[in-house]
């Protein structure tokens, strides 16, 4: 069974930092890319930042580049999110994201979502 949880949430000043894990597990981490999105009360939810299953591609939308940084280590089948100079409008659920392919039923997995609150 594929499986990503999310941790690292939490309430935060502005100006301040979290770094949020995804674990996975019930597939083969290292052949997956991974993402993370998030959705803030009545917005749609949103890309914010993804990696390739090689560690060498690295996507970010806008409103977090050059705050936001992506990694993975394939050893803990962990992706992490360093966010620093958070912003009030950061303030969402954070989700996991990969999508399976053929082998894993062609479908989206999500994570249940960890909740970054920050401050002003």
């Known amino acids: 069974e594929v499986q990503l949880v999310e941790s690292g949430g939490g309430l935060v000043q502005a100006g301040g930092s979290l770094r949020l894990s995804c674990a996975a597990s019930g597939f083969t981490f290292d052949d997956y890319a991974i993402g993370w999105f998030r959705q803030s009360p009545g917005k749609e939810r949103e890309g914010v930042s993804c990696?390739?299953?090689?560690?060498?591609?690295?996507y970010y939308a806008d409103s977090v580049k050059g705050r936001f940084t992506i990694s993975r280590d394939n050893a803990k089948n962990t992706v992490y999110l360093q966010m620093s100079s958070l912003k009030p409008e950061d303030t969402a659920v954070y989700y996991c994201?990969?999508?399976?392919?053929?082998?894993?039923?062609?479908?989206?997995?999500w994570g249940q979502g960890t909740q970054v609150t920050v401050s002003s």
């Open positions: 990696i390739s299953s090689s560690d060498d591609i690295t």
């Open positions: 994201y990969t999508r399976g392919d053929s082998g894993l039923g062609s479908r989206d997995y």
